[in-house]
């Protein structure tokens, strides 16, 4: 079984951002991180190459300047190889540009039984690329994977809803998102990063896959304004008399949760 | 308590700004490691201590080792998930012979792993800092047969190891060692006898333990002359690898400490029932020297273990100034309060941490270097050179950073306030926890004596010497930079105050030890400081300015210079000093 996922390599959450005031987008000239809402991916793919007994993991990102430090984490967990697309006529591209690139990335390896995707990245929170893969590469797309399994020739997931979840039979070849938490993402290992160094990673241009970079003027998607989260409410701070109990159904009850 | 965040972009410089890895990099031995490849590995490494290893530091503390009647030893439950983890990653490994599963990487990448180690648990990181001492002393010492049967195991940390020195009448005089070893006539030994304050002498976290044991054999020369080394495993070992017979070791107990309560402190009883099987390690008599080998490796480990310690109290403090409010700072709107990071006084406990890490992590990553270097040169007189420095700067890695330790995190607790001396916040174990450091692995005593005893004679006086002239020439290079000057001149000062202090103690060394002696500690504290200040003007000269991060190593080192070297300066009168008044008063009075 072949499994490619879409990695997105993002500015280290863990230090502050700054956004460009020009676009409003995240600035992300520095270095970059596997964005962890991926390594659930990354993690499940290596799992279902693992009870296939036999296929192999690859890995696809769309990056600016070549950048490469994500992917390199992803190479230590045990994927193989990868495609990267850095092409500055990208830059400021939507998601559905990303999206074309992506399953352009896709095809340049040839397909595979199974593409893995997050839910939505930790630094843009579109959401959407997943879909608009699915779409144009032909795939069936399952959304908000919470576990798969591969059965005979077809997938089944548990897809997470806001009840609970649904039971999801799908044919194979397929395009699924997981959710964070769907697995427990392993480290890599000494052995791991040393033998990342030497897995290939393809660099393509947009033009290499046939996609024309619109770039900023011709993303579909503007971000027109960007403003201060409101601060959070202060909380009620009840003491116990030992009748707390029935301010909190109380309470509760006003949220009609209950 | 703040979460660890591994100081990456800081162990990079003082990896390659401070001790030049590059330059290690390019000898023959260790051409097959790259800088990238260190700095991705650290990067993977620091991930998985902030993530992994630094949310246990807590349990360690609040759940602690526990002994059981049964004399079993149990350790929180989530370090040994957290552990396996550990070993999973092979990250132990790292600078090991290939042979046995190591990758052969310098010694001083084994320290930035164990510096984000200890920082995000020291009770723990104990564990595998003593295997890592036992495996460089069984690489040394031990036959084909023992590296076989222990080292793979031992390399990836499925298997723990211990150093067992210590008896009740054996602390810092370890040639007062009773345990005895007898031979059987197979080619083992029987051991016997009672081990003190054993670290992870017993517990749940591997499967298997080997103690490395000091032991007299019949007829033995007194004192250190007549000690051996042996390698008892907790479980006998069979032929196919697999673990066999338990053998004759139990735990009596664990003690109750001030700090660092994740790590098990046991009493151990040698073959009290059929007698505890071991294997002599390298030849009888020779146990010390051995020994030394695994000593010097975890002196400078230990020393790692102050800077660990002092960074993440440090981490912690940070974040507590910049949330806490109180008073009004000068310049600030009235009507609100201040964080209290605005406060002169408390910028002052931050800076003091801040450059005294820097220095810290310079005389370490700079100690490992010269180890490196050593092993590394082609050449017998360079690699006398490194190997004479790097000899210099373990009592000094040893006791100044263990000792700075206590200074700093003291100083964390003070901008926490009442909060710091209350446990909730965290900060209270990092002081607790740093206080052992001082004590074991050879005490700062001890470390000061080795330092006069021992280094002060090498090439007589020569090493110090160079050093203090390497200093000396820093200063001048340091003077050309304006806003160096006061430290360029604290700097040839405490170079000059170094070397008539050295002299001195060169000429008491014969004609009056005890004067030698007194002035031992003092002098230690000197040295190492200028040392220190002279490691980070180095670094302060080549590093790039116009960064931010390379304008706050600046200033830390300006700091440092002006405000810290100027107060180790002042010890010159100690060390200048005669031991009457330290004797003057009858043991009588003293009580
Ligand atoms: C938590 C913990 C873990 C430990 N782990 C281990 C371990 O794994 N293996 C092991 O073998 N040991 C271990 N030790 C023992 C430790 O190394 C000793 O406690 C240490 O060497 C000091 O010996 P001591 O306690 O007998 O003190 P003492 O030797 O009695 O020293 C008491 C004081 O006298 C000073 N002193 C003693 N002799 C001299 C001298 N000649 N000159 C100047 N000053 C002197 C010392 O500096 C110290 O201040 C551990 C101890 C502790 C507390």
Same mark, same amino acid.
């Given at each position: ?101 992506? !399953?352009?990335? =896709?095809?340049?390896? #040839? @397909? +595979?039984?199974? %593409?893995?995707?997050? &839910? /939505? ?23 908000? !994977?919470?576990? =798969?399994?591969?059965? #005979? @020739? +077809?997938?089944? %997931?548990?897809?997470? &809803? /806001? ?32 033998? +990342? ?5 393809? &660099? ?55 | ?591």
């Amino acid at each position: 079984m072949n499994v490619i996922v879409c990695v997105k390599q993002i500015p280290d959450p863990a230090s502050p951002g700054e956004l460009d005031p020009s676009t409003n987008q995240l600035k992300r000239d520095g270095k970059l991180i596997l964005d962890e809402s991926d390594s659930y991916g990354v993690e499940m793919a290596l799992q279902l190459v693992d009870a296939a007994g036999g296929g192999e993991v690859s890995i696809i990102s769309m990056a600016p300047n070549g950048e490469m430090s994500g992917m390199r984490t992803a190479l230590a967990m045990g994927a193989v190889k990868g495609v990267l697309v850095s092409d500055p006529a990208l830059a400021g591209s939507d998601a559905l540009t990303t999206a074309k690139v992506l !399953a352009g990335a =896709v095809q340049t390896l #040839g @397909g +595979a039984d199974l %593409v893995i995707a997050g &839910t /939505e990245s930790s630094d843009g929170y579109t959401g959407t690329v997943p879909e608009q893969m699915a779409e144009l590469l032909g795939l069936p797309s399952v959304t908000f !994977a919470k576990s =798969v399994k591969v059965d #005979g @020739g +077809a997938l089944k %997931v548990s897809r997470q &809803t /806001e009840e609970g979840f649904d039971e999801v039979t799908c044919p194979l070849p397929a395009l699924i998102s997981v959710t964070a938490g769907v697995v427990e993402p392993r480290y890599p290992s000494f052995k791991g990063i040393m033998a +990342a160094k030497s897995k290939p990673v393809d &660099t393509k241009t947009a033009a290499d896959l046939g996609v024309t970079a619109a770039g900023w003027a011709g993303a579909q998607q503007a971000i027109v304004e960007v403003a201060q989260a409101a601060a959070r409410q202060a909380g009620e701070v009840i003491e116990d008399d030992g009748e707390t109990f029935n301010k909190i159904v109380e309470f509760l009850d006003g949220l009609k949760v209950i | 308590m703040a979460d660890y965040r591994p100081p990456l972009a800081d162990i990079t410089h003082a990896l390659t700004t401070v001790a030049d890895l590059q330059s290690i990099l390019a000898t023959e031995r260790y051409s097959h490691v790259d800088v990238d490849t260190v700095v991705g590995v650290i990067e993977e490494v620091g991930r998985f201590m902030a993530e992994v290893i630094a949310p246990t530091n807590r349990d360690g503390d609040q759940i602690k080792a526990q002994w059981h009647n049964d004399g079993s030893v149990t350790v929180p439950p989530s370090f040994i998930t957290a552990y396996q983890q550990y070993v999973a990653t092979g990250f132990g490994a790292m600078p090991f012979d290939p042979h046995f599963g190591g990758a052969d990487f310098p010694w001083i990448t084994a320290i930035a792993v164990q510096e984000m180690l200890n920082s995000a648990n020291m009770g723990m990181a104990l564990c595998p800092l003593l295997t890592q001492g036992a495996i460089d002393a069984l690489e040394a010492h031990g036959s084909p047969d023992q590296q076989a049967m222990y080292l793979p195991k031992m390399l990836t940390g499925e298997w723990a190891a211990t150093m067992n020195l210590s008896e009740p009448q054996a602390g810092s005089d370890v040639g007062a060692v009773r345990a005895k070893a007898e031979p059987v006539g197979d080619g083992s030994w029987k051991i016997s006898g009672t081990k003190i304050w054993i670290t992870y002498g017993e517990h749940n976290m591997t499967e298997q333990i080997v103690h490395l044991v000091l032991a007299r054999t019949p007829g033995a020369p007194p004192g250190t002359k007549g000690i051996s080394m042996f390698v008892v495993p907790k479980f006998l070992v069979n032929a196919d690898g697999s673990l066999g017979k338990r053998n004759d070791i139990s735990c009596v107990s664990i003690e109750h400490k001030l700090g660092i309560h994740g790590s098990p402190t046991c009493v151990l009883a040698y073959g009290e029932n059929t007698g505890a099987i071991g294997w002599l390690v390298g030849e009888e008599n020779e146990g010390m020297r051995n020994m030394f080998t695994m000593m010097n490796n975890a002196r400078l480990s230990v020393g790692l273990q102050g800077l660990a310690i002092a960074e993440r109290a440090y981490q912690d403090a940070v974040a507590y100034a910049v949330e806490r409010r109180q008073g009004r700072a000068i310049g600030a709107p009235a009507g609100e309060q201040s964080p209290i990071v605005e406060h002169p006084d408390v910028r002052r406990l931050l800076m003091f941490q801040r450059s005294w890490i820097d220095a810290m992590r310079a005389l370490i990553y700079t100690n490992a270097a010269c180890l490196d270097q050593a092993k590394a040169a082609t050449d017998p007189d360079t690699a006398r050179a490194w190997r004479e420095r790097a000899d210099l700067y373990i009592p000094l890695s040893k006791s100044l950073c263990t000792d700075v330790a206590q200074e700093t995190t003291s100083a964390a607790v003070q901008i926490f306030g009442g909060m710091g001396y209350v446990e909730e916040t965290g900060v209270a174990q990092h002081y607790r926890d740093a206080r052992i450091l001082p004590i074991y692995e050879g005490t700062n005593g001890i470390q000061a004596a080795d330092l006069v005893g021992r280094k002060l004679s090498m090439r007589g006086g020569g090493v110090i010497f160079d050093e203090l002239d390497r200093c000396a020439s820093l200063a001048d290079r340091l003077h050309e930079n304006p806003s160096m000057v006061t430290f360029a001149a604290n700097l040839r000062s405490a170079a000059d105050t170094c070397r008539r202090a050295t002299a001195h103690l060169g000429e008491t060394a014969t004609s009056d030890p005890a004067t030698l002696l007194s002035a031992s500690s003092p002098y230690l504290r000197l040295l190492g400081t200028t040392v220190c200040a002279g490691l980070l003007a180095e670094a302060a000269l080549k590093v790039d300015g116009s960064t931010t991060f390379g304008a706050a190593k600046i200033t830390a080192a300006r700091f440092f210079g002006e405000q810290i070297l100027p107060a180790a300066e002042g010890l010159s009168g100690a060390v200048h000093a005669s031991s009457e008044d330290l004797f003057a008063i009858p043991v009588d009075a003293l009580i």
